[in-house]
């Protein structure tokens, strides 16, 4: 294990990735107005839309696939890889 995985600024980016994929899969089901599940998707979207909402605004649907929310996954990826690759090194 690296260095660095076990850095707390690693573990927080990993979760909010963690975050975005369960709202995206639960994106994919519908679900009842109350449920437990109904919740847990709108609080993952509160905490996730403020990152996705800048890419949604900046690049269009393709067809029906929103690609706003995989190029926000990757610089959220990319962003925590390169600011734990400055504090660790």
Request: charge should be positive; avoid cysteine; charged fraction near 10%.
């Amino acid at each position: 294990m690296s260095r660095w995985a076990s850095h707390p600024l690693y573990t927080l980016g990993m979760v909010y990735l963690l975050m975005m994929l369960v709202r995206a899969v639960l994106s994919w089901f519908p679900l009842e107005a109350g449920s437990p599940t109904s919740r847990a998707r709108h609080w993952l979207t509160v905490i996730t839309e403020p990152v996705i909402a800048p890419f949604r605004r900046v690049i269009p649907p393709v067809g029906v696939f929103d690609i706003s929310f995989l190029v926000a996954f990757l610089v959220v990826y990319v962003v925590t890889s390169y600011v734990l690759w400055l504090v660790v090194v």
